[in-house]
């Protein structure tokens, strides 16, 4: 079983910064892309920015020039670093890992969620 573990949500004021991380564990051989996801209350969960195995990135507009994605394939974990946040940024950000191969299947996993609260 493979497990996801976010860190690094919390309260911070309008323009401030945040970076999140994900380190996932259990049997893992490989993992093709992991992402960040948002859900606002009352609202459905979007994608922020995907990253690929070989480096490769995908951000939601929203997310363009304010947020980067980044990874360590290395300790199976992925990073947000959240840049000039605004109030609309506050959601429960989770992380996933989508194609964890483990030698017999491939399987999609998701983190239980991190809070990330932009207010004065």
């Known amino acids: 079983q493979v497990q996801l573990v976010e860190s690094g949500g919390g309260l911070v004021e309008p323009g401030g910064s945040l970076k999140l991380s994900c380190v996932a564990s259990g049997t893992i051989l490989s993992i093709n892309t992991m992402g960040w996801y948002r859900q606002a209350p009352g609202k459905a969960r979007e994608m922020v920015a995907e990253?690929?195995?070989?480096?490769?990135?995908s951000n939601a507009d929203s997310a363009k020039g304010r947020f980067t994605i980044s990874r360590d394939n290395a300790k199976n974990a992925v990073y947000l670093q959240m840049n000039s946040l605004k109030p609309e940024d506050t959601a429960v950000y989770y992380c996933?890992?989508?194609?964890?191969?483990?030698?017999?299947?491939?399987?999609?996993?998701w983190g239980q969620g991190t809070q990330v609260t932009v207010s004065s």
């Open positions: 996933l890992a989508d194609r964890v191969w483990d030698g017999y299947a491939y399987n999609d996993y």
């Open positions: 990253i690929s195995q070989t480096g490769g990135t």
